[in-house]
């Protein structure tokens, strides 16, 4: 149980701030399909198997609550007030998680020139949604109106769709629509028992929700039948997520210079390469030590 809060704490931290997404810390870590399996299992399986998966989720978002909390208290701020350090972190982040993957994943993807398309397919996705950025506002959720509840219902179903895919992550693609910083103060909002933003909330949840029913069942059928594909797509969108990071500190609210080599922090980012690293390195240990074990 201890191990299942760990995974579902680490990937709530990766989910909280733009950068690499929960499931590429899911894949990182080896329990990607167990992630996603699982959910599949709640939403369609038979009553033993929704038990099932149902106990296992219990027990990630118990962790990830956690995790969640503690970034929303936190890292809000520092997102807010560094945002120069927090990307060079995620660009630590991903940079070696392109190649983790690929390597993880080698099997379904060696010698499939005719896959690369899927790859320039992923980037494309990923430019294109940060290139949609700098043409949207930041949402106000304080104020509940029809047409920013749709908006705020469409953004939260996109964006549990990037988390289950190990790729761009949900954070990004809720900064991507504008909605990144008033989500996460609303949050901060909620937990500091101010209701006026709820019902844009609640409104964002419900997307969330039906996002995960849509989603979820696709992507388990897509990564079962045609994996080295699915593979090739989320490489392409982890190459994407470098660009969309770099360009991320000019789409807040309060627009700043794009990441270039005089306010990229090479400490933060060499901080983001070891801890995804240090991850593999885990996961590698547990794996002999249940090996062992059996």
């Known amino acids: 149980m201890i191990r299942t809060m760990i995974n579902g704490f680490c990937m709530a931290l990766a989910d909280s701030v733009p950068g690499v997404s929960g499931g590429t810390i899911a894949l990182i870590l080896g329990f990607y399909d167990k992630f996603i399996g699982s ?7 038979k009553k033993e198997e929704k038990k099932e998966g149902l106990i296992y989720l219990i027990k990630l978002l118990l962790g990830w609550a956690v995790g969640m909390i503690l970034a929303v208290l936190v890292l809000t701020k520092f997102f807010e007030t560094n945002i120069y350090a927090v990307s060079s972190l995620f660009l630590g982040f991903i940079f070696p998680s392109i190649f983790i993957i690929a390597k993880e994943e080698y099997a379904c993807i060696q010698k499939k020139w005719q896959y690369t398309p899927f790859v320039i397919l992923g980037i494309a996705i990923v430019a294109a949604l940060t290139y949609m950025n700098s043409k949207v506002q930041v949402v106000d959720v304080t104020h509940f109106s029809v047409p920013t509840a749709l908006y705020l219902f469409l953004a939260g179903a996109v964006a549990i769709t990037a988390m289950f895919l190990p790729g761009i992550s949900g954070s ?3 900064l991507i629509f504008g909605v990144y910083l008033p989500v996460i103060s609303g949050v901060k909002e909620l937990l500091h028992l101010h209701f006026g933003v709820l019902p844009m909330i609640i ?3 419900v997307g969330v929700i039906c996002g995960a029913l849509v989603s979820v069942k696709g992507i388990q059928k897509s990564l079962e039948k045609y994996r080295g594909q699915m593979v090739m797509l989320i490489l392409g969108m982890l190459i994407g997520s470098l660009y969309a990071i770099v360009s991320g500190p000019v789409t807040v609210d309060k627009a700043n210079a794009i990441l270039n080599k005089d306010n990229f922090s090479i400490v933060f980012f060499l901080i983001g390469l070891a801890l995804i690293v240090l991850l593999q390195v885990v996961k590698t240990k547990l794996e002999k030590k249940q090996k062992t074990q059996n």
């Open 39 to 45: 959910i599949n299992q709640v939403f369609y399986g």
């Open 172 to 174: 990004t693609v809720l």
């Open 203 to 205: 409104v964002f949840g």
